[in-house]
């Protein structure tokens, strides 16, 4: 295993630099995920009109792979509609297992955590987010 | 002095080292490594003399009760204690502080009662008394820990009050390695008229342990941090306590007599042994007490103390790094966080190195609060651990703080 495929530039970049970090003062929908083992903290904060999602926020802290692929879900999922982001979630969670080894376009740069396939200990942090996510989409605010 | 060579004891190492991937194991305050001689007296009991323990009518049944007997007197020795009827086999610690708090805390906690715990403490020294809390009415206090992470006793003068029924304490912290004082604090609790219980899973592998020099009313321990199997670990209690408490679970073993709606206990220790007890494993507990006698505790304790704050001072020139570790009675425990580099990213970049370490709220999330911090990083060295594995340490941290660092980054990673 290399860590070259892990830390890539773009989760670096992401997690130095996150995106739509913060709370939406008025969400529609928010859900908080929790890793209990390493003390990873998410807090997905949306805004969805007419199923799609218009505004996406996130908070919290933890390890560069769950901050970064929170960073990164935040922009790919904004302007799609509930039912795509369910499908995309699945084809994250198949890229990061390995069960996909050739990653849908649409994942867009959340591609760069498909190196986190072959560390199966850090699958749990890279999920996180889209876990968050599917979880604040059930649970109208 | 702990001699050279020691990791050629433990048949892990031997292992990694032949597939190319020397293991530098950092992490014995989670779990330690297993020596040959532990292994082979567990495959020694299984090949030669299992059967079960006390309701045997043959030999065979016999021989292994006598073994398990004498893995019980071994352990009150090696402790101490005053008698080996004063020792219960748990699985665990966990298992052993939640025996007091539910055979104790129930039938001697009443609604205002107080137990007084630390702001330093594992959950299986505070989730237990939650529980039972809530089932009594009983209120929780705690001991403060002052800036060099040392329990301040003023601050346990103060709460103490004529409601406190119990103060139970970890004796070393498996987070910050502090040794606390527990005999003091028993003496204290006893003045007040409270018991005092003290949690040994960091203590009883690292230092030499007395538990009636300490006075200490229990001492729950787990085997598996101090060289012995996993699920098997003991609660030392004294008899008089243990006689007039309540059974934990109930079953075969535990029992004098059973009619179809009331039964009456067996004595301690066996009113605390429901079912049957792991066997092999307090056989080889036995061992690895034996083991580590050998090689002498206050050896060991000084190989730890040594290592610890040659690992604090060198780790110390790590950019960004922030140790928890008090100045005054540190021992092989190292926490620490880096600037801008997670904990679980650090352990990430470690374990390309083969080396393990542990990285988490380590089971005290009050602490981790109380520290400021989400998580650390947590290296805890044992009897096997040497200088070179601190060094490795060192430059595989130095290599995590590059990683982290963009204008860096090009270089390291190839």
Excluded at chain 1, 75 to 92: E, H, M, N, P
Excluded at chain 2, 50 to 60: C, D, I, P, S
Excluded at chain 2, 77 to 100: D, H, K, M, Y
Excluded at chain 2, 269 to 282: L, Q
């Amino acid at each position: 295993m290399s860590l070259n495929d892990l830390f890539t530039e773009i989760i670096l970049d992401h997690y130095q630099h996150p995106h739509n970090h913060g709370l939406i003062s008025s969400p529609s929908h928010f859900s908080r995920g929790f890793n209990e083992s390493c003390g990873d903290d998410i807090q997905i904060s949306l805004l969805v009109e007419k199923d799609i999602i218009v505004d996406v926020k996130f908070s919290g802290a933890g390890c560069s792979i769950s901050q970064a692929s929170a960073s990164i879900m935040t922009d790919i999922v904004r302007g799609k509609s509930v039912d795509q982001i369910k499908t995309l979630a699945g084809k994250f969670y198949d890229m990061v297992k390995g069960n996909e080894a050739n990653p849908d376009e649409d994942l867009g740069d959340a591609v760069a955590l498909q190196g986190v396939a072959k560390f199966p200990v850090r699958v749990k942090c890279a999920t996180l987010a889209w876990h968050t996510l599917e979880e604040a989409l059930k649970q109208q605010k | 002095m702990i001699r050279n060579h020691i990791k050629s004891d433990f048949p892990i190492f031997s292992y990694w080292e032949s597939r190319g991937k020397p293991l530098v194991y950092l992490d014995s305050a989670a779990t330690t490594q297993k020596p040959l001689r532990v292994i082979s007296k567990v495959e020694e009991y299984y090949s030669q003399f299992n059967a079960n323990v006390h309701r045997g009518t043959y030999e065979l049944s016999q021989i292994a009760t006598d073994i398990y007997e004498e893995a019980r007197s071994k352990v009150a020795r090696f402790i101490n204690g005053l008698q080996p009827e004063s020792v219960i086999f748990t699985r665990n610690a966990t298992e052993s502080l939640n025996l007091v708090a539910y055979a104790w805390g129930l039938n001697n906690l009443k609604e205002g009662d107080e137990v007084i715990l630390s702001e330093m403490e594992h959950h299986s020294n505070l989730v237990p008394w939650h529980i039972i809390a809530r089932h009594t009415g009983a209120v929780l206090k705690f001991i403060r820990m002052n800036h060099d992470y040392q329990l301040d006793l003023d601050s346990l003068r103060q709460i103490l009050t004529a409601k406190t029924k119990a103060v139970s304490v970890v004796h070393v912290s498996n987070v910050l390695g502090t040794i606390n004082p527990v005999k003091e604090i028993t003496a204290i609790a006893h003045d007040a008229g409270a018991i005092s219980i003290v949690d040994g899973a960091q203590s009883a592998p690292h230092i030499p342990v007395d538990v009636q020099d300490i006075g200490c009313d229990f001492y729950a321990f787990s085997g598996h941090k101090m060289c012995g199997p996993t699920g098997i670990g003991g609660l030392y209690g004294k008899y008089d306590l243990l006689e007039k408490m309540e059974p934990f679970l109930g079953g075969g073993e535990m029992i004098n007599e059973v009619f179809p709606t009331t039964s009456n206990y067996a004595k301690p220790p066996y009113k605390f042994e429901a079912g049957t007890p792991n066997i092999s494993g307090a056989i080889g507990l036995q061992a690895a007490i034996e083991y580590i006698e050998d090689l002498g505790l206050k050896n060991i304790e000084e190989h730890e103390v040594a290592l610890g704050d040659y690992a604090a001072q060198r780790l110390a020139e790590v950019e960004g790094i922030r140790i928890f570790r008090p100045h005054a009675t540190g021992t092989g425990v190292i926490s620490f966080t880096i600037d801008n580099v997670h904990p679980h990213d650090i352990s990430t970049i470690l374990d390309a190195e083969g080396i393990a370490i542990r990285a988490g709220h380590h089971c005290a999330q009050p602490l981790m609060r109380k520290l400021q911090v989400q998580s650390t990083a947590r290296a805890s060295f044992y009897l096997y651990n040497d200088r070179s594995d601190v060094e490795t340490l060192a430059r595989a941290l130095e290599k995590a703080v590059a990683i982290f660092s963009p204008r860096k980054k090009a270089n390291v990673l190839k």
